[in-house]
C-alpha cells in the first residue's frame, strides 16, 4: 500500500505533462413526422450539436487553435476564446444537406405509439484538433467522439416538414 501512495503522485507528473484534448458532446435532437405509408430513408433535418472540449498545452504551452470538424462544417477557435479556461463550450450546427439519409424501418410510422423516440449512436463523428505552440516548438493533437442523434416522433404530419423518401 505505501509503494501506491509513493508511486501515484509520480505518475501524475508523467501524465500532466503532455498535451490533451477531449471532447464530449450531448445527443442532438431531431423530429419527424409520422409517416403512415412506411419510412424506407430517413433525412435528418438540421442538426445542432452542444460540445464540451478540454484542453491542455503541457510544458507552459498556449493554446494557439482548436479546429473542430462536424461532416463538412467547421470552427477554428483561436485567441482569448482558448485562453479563458481549460474547457470551454462549442456549439456547431449541421445543415441537412450535409447529413446522408439512412435506413430505419418502422419508426414513426404506427399512429397508436405515443411519444416514440429512439436515440441513434455514432451517427457523426466530431474531429478536433489544438496547436499548442511553446518557446521554440509546437505541437498539435487530436481528439475524435462520435455523435448520437434523438428522434422524436411527430404525431401530426402538418406540425413538421416530412424529411421521407
Known amino acids: 500500500m505505501l509503494a501506491q501512495l509513493i508511486l501515484l503522485p509520480g505518475l501524475y507528473f508523467v501524465f500532466s505533462d503532455i498535451d490533451r484534448l477531449r471532447v464530449d458532446a450531448e445527443p442532438a435532437a431531431a ?48 485567441g482569448e476564446a482558448l485562453r479563458a479556461g481549460n474547457s470551454i463550450d462549442v456549439f456547431m450546427r449541421v445543415p441537412a444537406n450535409q447529413l446522408a439519409p439512412f435506413a430505419l424501418q418502422g419508426f414513426c410510422t404506427d399512429p397508436a405509439l405515443e411519444g416514440e423516440s429512439m436515440l441513434l449512436g455514432s451517427v457523426l463523428t466530431a474531429q478536433a484538433s489544438l496547436r499548442c505552440a511553446r518557446t521554440g516548438k509546437a505541437s498539435i493533437v487530436f481528439a475524435a467522439e462520435p455523435l448520437d442523434v434523438r428522434l422524436d416522433c411527430l404525431r401530426s404530419a402538418r406540425q413538421a416538414e416530412s424529411g421521407v423518401d
Open 31 to 78: 423530429v419527424l413526422a409520422l409517416q403512415l405509408d412506411g419510412r424506407k430513408l430517413v433525412h435528418l433535418p438540421e442538426l445542432e450539436f452542444e460540445l464540451t472540449v478540454s484542453l491542455h498545452c503541457a510544458e507552459h504551452g498556449e493554446s494557439e487553435t482548436l479546429s473542430i470538424t462536424i461532416a463538412d462544417t467547421r470552427t477554428t477557435l483561436s
